[in-house]
């Protein structure tokens, strides 16, 4: 069994930063990729960045040039610095991982999520 705990979340105004993290903790043979989905009031949940074990990255169009994914393999926690937050950034953060079993077979696990408040 897995566990993704995350951290970070919190009230920030406009233009401030904050750094959220999810470690991940349990009975993990390969960490594939990680990553953080977002979740607003009356909204669905959206991929906002995700990251694989091999270094590759991929963000949703509104938070390019903004918020920056990274994973340290070693501590199995990934990572998101978001700079300049704007209000449409309030959302509830949840952290997402792809994991390998012992015997090959794979698994999602979700993080129990952070709220993040940006106020105007």
């Known amino acids: 069994q897995v566990q993704l705990v995350e951290s970070g979340g919190g009230l920030v105004q406009a233009g401030g930063s904050l750094r959220l993290s999810c470690a991940a903790s349990g009975t993990i043979s390969r960490m594939n990729a990680m990553a953080w989905y977002r979740q607003a009031p009356g909204k669905q949940r959206e991929l906002v960045a995700a990251?694989?074990?091999?270094?590759?990255?991929n963000y949703a169009d509104s938070v390019k040039g903004r918020f920056t994914i990274s994973i340290d393999n070693a501590k199995n926690t990934v990572y998101l610095q978001m700079n300049s937050l704007k209000p449409e950034d309030t959302a509830v953060y949840y952290c997402?991982?792809?994991?390998?079993?012992?015997?090959?077979?794979?698994?999602?696990?979700w993080g129990q999520g952070t709220q993040v408040t940006v106020s105007s």
């Open positions: 990251a694989t074990s091999g270094g590759s990255t």
């Open positions: 997402y991982a792809h994991i390998i079993s012992s015997r090959g077979a794979a698994y999602d696990y």
